[in-house]
């Protein structure tokens, strides 16, 4: 399994970017699938999920309304679409996999992730 981010970088606040997850090794569109951050000097934050099948999604509060996740299923390609960009939002965002259908599964790989920091 390899999971590769994509399209971090620096952006000002209120800009936007859209992360991409290049997937590999599994057949990725029966699998849910989440994004994570981690800030410098903080722990972990689940930041959206989607499942396989239905396409449901789901977002952290902090994200909600100005982050967009999907997937491209022929692709094997997650991306994440960040709009309104705080400077709060400054972290690693990594990729994961989970082991059910439903993002909500246990998490069984990551990517090595793609740095975002919003700064003016």
């Known amino acids: 399994v390899q999971l590769v981010e994509s399209g971090g970088g620096l952006v000002q606040p209120g800009g936007s970017l859209t992360l991409s997850c290049a997937a590999s090794?599994?057949?990725?569109?029966?699998?849910?699938m989440s994004w994570v951050r981690q800030a410098p000097g903080k722990e972990l934050e689940w930041v959206s999920g989607?499942?396989?099948?239905?396409?449901?999604?789901a977002y952290a509060d902090s994200v909600k309304g100005r982050f967009t996740i999907y997937r491209d299923n022929p692709k094997s390609t997650l991306y994440l679409q960040m709009n309104d960009l705080k400077p709060d939002d400054t972290a690693v965002y990594y990729c994961?996999?989970?082991?059910?259908?439903?993002?909500?599964?246990?998490?069984?790989?990551r990517g090595q992730g793609t740095q975002v920091i919003v700064s003016s």
């Open positions: 989607v499942n396989s099948g239905n396409g449901r999604t």
């Open positions: 090794g599994f057949t990725f569109s029966i699998y849910g």
């Open positions: 994961t996999k989970s082991s059910r259908t439903t993002w909500d599964g246990r998490s069984d790989y």
